[in-house]
């Protein structure tokens, strides 16, 4: 008969390990907290030292009494919530509710769900860490504050249904600060120079580099005509070669940040489908004989730790299966990317690097294995050895000038035989390799090919790349980047145009208020500074109510001025041509958060909407009668179709272009990576480069 009740916050996680656990542990879930501050009011007693209110969570009562029977049942309590802040406070609520003394050992934590993980932590289980429950506590308190004192002020003075958070709107003002400075770029323009020179056997191409021994940048027409004049006719000549090793590093386990990033590179994930995919590998998948394990440890870390057991576990899996070459000579050992990382957490990895993602494949749905391959891949590489790559610059002169050649060869994969991370547009390095030259080779020029070029302004935040902002500016922990993205976009704040934030009228006016009466909030070193108050209160190095007292006296002063002098404004909706056919009522342009589309201005009572259809002046050839539309997937993904449909079922991911193949007549696509555009024709091999205006993600 079970002597023991063990809550964890989930079923799934329950499930897991109540197998390991057997017949003397009862395992319930709690489905996450089971109190928390009322909606329907602040929850928060200011002049009693910010004592908050907490009240049980609608729709929780049956799961409190199953709860609270089952402890009656049994000799002890044991809360298994996650490891972490969040998980501190629900077992802090849980030990409350089921009077568990505050001097019991109670905690059981461990950041892998797997048999002798799981088994070795109820072994050693401690007293509930204080110190991580009011590091929660604060942190909820002074969101709730700064939510809820400042939302009605908008709702009263623009539009209901506004709302305001710390660290919410630190990331509408990040992109709100990339639009203004892409609205302010002025384009300048520059010109390369290219030849393709011939090496007998193979050709190579070398690009401008100085003239008459200085580095001179060409900005005109003019200045290359100075350098094709000063080039002469005459062959090149091969003044220097220079060959290096340079050694490549993997990088480390990945962390919350690093995996949403990379996950949204190499996946296509959003940082919620990440988290929630990671949630499901951590929590448990059923693999037949072996039964239920947890496959990754926690996802919501900022350590890049690893332990011991993991360690060896990996050297012994690198040193059998890709031979001792692939295995530095002491294991690799990772700093902590952030200076208030907790490292009682580890960084993300297999809980066995014996289950390769192969072995996994009848087990996990499509996106579990594609993000478990993600981890394993990763945590392998970041044990293995450096790459070794041989390096060749190559300067030759014609006349005055100097064209240099740069190639690399790889000479040893190291490492880059599981895993090579990706850039932002996806992409990887790729060998280019140069002939076998020596001083004073001749060669001869086959083609010059002058190009000119425009300087493009700072990219658009991607998901990615907002994540890695925040990161870098220390706004916000690991637990916290998923819901905020999420968040800015149900507002309205933020809508997203080809996987990039653009920043809406609302989220701009609202930016603007907020400038102007609550600058601290917008303040990236002050909401990155209140981050780091908070992580003291983690570490017992902080009292969290001075911590709120020190951020609510100044808040307060603003909050009073603004009730005061904020203006009240109206928000007038732009007014289409199109009218409603369901009402008679005039469409009026909104903005959704993968975009604009119409809505009926006779809402609520008309709730009609209609997605804007955009013309990109191709005709359908399928039909050959249609005209080819930009159109939106439910999920926002730009695609394009006929205006024919469903008569005509024309559909492509890839943006048409209003030209045949030269060479069959098919229809060609455009085609876009890091080095610009190219269209290519969908039947057959023809490609050619398209104008130069490569796309604001591409240049990073």
């Known amino acids: 008969m079970a002597d023991s009740l063990v809550i964890v916050e989930s079923p799934a996680k329950a499930k897991t ?94 950041n892998e769900i797997t048999k002798d993980a799981v088994k070795d932590a109820f072994k050693t289980p401690r007293k509930i860490n204080q110190d991580l429950v009011n590091a929660q506590q604060a942190r909820r308190i002074l969101d709730r504050l700064v939510g809820y004192k400042i939302s009605p002020l908008l709702w009263k003075k623009v539009k209901k249904g506004l709302s305001a958070g710390r660290v919410q709107s630190v990331a509408v003002k990040l992109i709100q600060d990339r639009e203004n400075e892409i609205k302010a770029f002025e384009p300048e323009e520059y010109w390369s120079i290219t030849v393709l020179l011939d090496a007998g056997k193979t050709t190579f191409e070398a690009k401008y580099h100085s003239i008459q021994g200085e580095k001179r940048e060409l900005h005109s027409q003019e200045d290359v005509d100075l350098i094709l004049a000063a080039m002469g006719n005459g062959a090149f000549a091969v003044k220097e070669v220079k060959e290096k090793e340079r050694l490549r590093n993997p990088s480390p386990p990945f962390i919350t940040s690093s995996l949403q990033q990379e996950a949204a590179r190499k996946l296509n994930f959003r940082a919620s489908k990440t988290m929630s995919v990671a949630q499901q590998l951590y929590e448990g998948i059923d693999l037949g004989k072996e039964g239920t394990v947890g496959l990754i ?54 809980t066995s690097v014996l289950r390769e993602p192969d072995q996994m494949k009848e087990f996990l749905s499509k996106d579990q294995l594609r993000l478990y391959k993600l981890v394993w891949e990763r945590f392998v590489a970041s044990q293995m050895s450096s790459a070794i790559l041989d390096t060749m610059t190559i300067d030759l002169t014609a006349g005055e000038t100097i064209f240099r050649a740069n190639g690399s060869k790889m000479k040893f994969a190291g490492f880059m035989k599981v895993y090579v991370e990706s850039n932002d547009d996806g992409t990887t390095e790729e060998d280019k390799l140069l002939p076998p030259l020596k001083q004073g080779d001749s060669l001869q020029k086959q083609a010059v090919d002058p190009k000119q070029h425009f300087t493009q302004p700072p990219p658009r935040y991607t998901e990615a790349r907002l994540v890695r902002a925040l990161e870098e500016m220390g706004i916000g922990r690991p637990s916290t980047y998923a819901p905020t993205l999420e968040t800015i976009q149900k507002r309205g704040y933020v809508a997203i145009e080809e996987k990039k934030f653009i920043p809406t009228e609302l989220g701009e006016l609202v930016i603007q208020l907020m400038e102007e009466f609550f600058p601290e909030i917008l303040d990236v070193e002050f909401t990155a500074h209140m981050e780091e108050e908070l992580d003291f209160v983690e570490e017992g190095k902080e009292d969290w109510v001075k911590v709120l007292e020190s951020f609510y006296t100044s808040f307060e002063k603003r909050l009073e001025f603004a009730e005061e002098e904020m203006k009240e404004i109206e928000i007038q909706d732009e007014v289409s041509d199109e009218i409603c056919e369901k009402c008679g009522k005039h469409l009026v342009y909104k903005m959704g958060r993968f975009g604009k589309f119409l809505a009926c201005s006779g809402f609520p009572d008309c709730r009609n909407t209609k997605p804007i259809i955009k013309d990109i002046g191709v005709t359908c050839p399928t039909c050959h009668t249609g005209k080819i539309v930009e159109r939106r997937s439910k999920k926002g993904r730009v695609f394009y179709g006929c205006d024919q449909y469903p008569t005509c079922d024309f559909v492509s991911w890839d943006k048409p272009v209003n030209k045949p193949c030269p060479v069959c007549s098919s229809m060609m696509i455009e085609k876009r990576s890091k080095n610009g555009v190219t269209i290519q024709c969908t039947q057959c091999d023809h490609k050619e480069e398209a104008a130069d205006d490569s796309p604001d993600d591409m240049k990073d």
């Open 17 to 110: 390990i109540g197998k390991y656990l057997g017949s003397k542990y009862i395992v319930k879930a709690s489905m996450g907290h089971i109190r928390d501050l009322p909606k329907s009011q602040i929850g928060v007693e200011v002049d009693r030292n910010f004592e908050p209110k907490y009240i049980t969570i609608r729709g929780k009562g049956s799961i409190l009494k199953e709860l609270k029977d089952a402890s009656k049942k049994v000799k002890k309590i044991y809360l298994a919530a996650d490891p972490d802040r969040e998980g501190e406070a629900i077992a802090w609520h849980l030990a409350h509710y089921l009077d568990v003394g505050a001097d019991e050992a109670c905690r059981v934590v461990f």
């Open 297 to 350: 440890t926690y996802m919501r870390t900022d350590s890049t730790r690893i332990s011991p057991v993991a360690q060896e576990e990996a050297k012994d899996f690198i040193m059998n299966k890709y031979g001792a070459a692939f295995y530095p000579e002491s294991p690799r050992m990772y700093t902590k990317k952030n200076a208030n990382a907790q490292d009682a957490h580890e960084g993300i990895r297999p």
